[in-house]
């Protein structure tokens, strides 16, 4: 089975960054040819922030981190980043890095029925 493990997390000021990394192993790497990050603050209901097709580099956003933050990968440590600028207290949040396969009727991927998730690191922005 596919385990992932999220690293990065911490407090900071508003205005500063961090870069998340979400580390992959385990399983089929074709069950994880997706790769998203989602975030959930407290009170809210959980929300896709960026994802990345890993065979082709094909990334999308939410559309109110566009610009803001970009997800990357390093193929030969398989490890997924999310680069976080600009940081503003409601970006405070858990976040989750999550897989699952690609389907075949799909172009890149999207924030759908991911399968595996990691355990979450923490993000704080303060004022």
């Known amino acids: 089975q596919v385990k992932l493990v999220e690293s990065g997390g911490g407090s900071v000021q508003a205005g500063g960054s961090l870069r998340l990394s979400c580390v992959a192993s385990?399983?089929?790497?074709?069950?994880?040819?997706?790769i998203a990050w989602f975030r959930q603050a407290p009170g809210k209901e959980r929300e896709g922030v960026a994802n990345?097709?890993?065979?082709?580099?094909?990334?999308d956003y939410a559309d109110s981190v566009m610009g803001q933050f970009t997800i990357s990968q390093d193929n030969a440590k398989n490890t997924v980043y999310l680069q976080m600028e600009s940081l503003r207290p409601e970006d405070t949040g858990m976040y989750y890095c999550?897989?699952?396969?690609?389907?075949?009727?799909?172009?890149?991927?999207?924030?759908?029925?991911?399968?595996?998730w990691g355990q979450g690191t923490q993000v704080t922005v303060s004022s």
């Open positions: 990345i097709y890993t065979g082709a580099d094909i990334v």
């Open positions: 385990g399983g089929n790497t074709r069950s994880r040819n997706c």
């Open positions: 999550a897989a699952r396969a690609k389907r075949y009727d799909e172009f890149g991927c999207d924030f759908a029925t991911y399968t595996f």
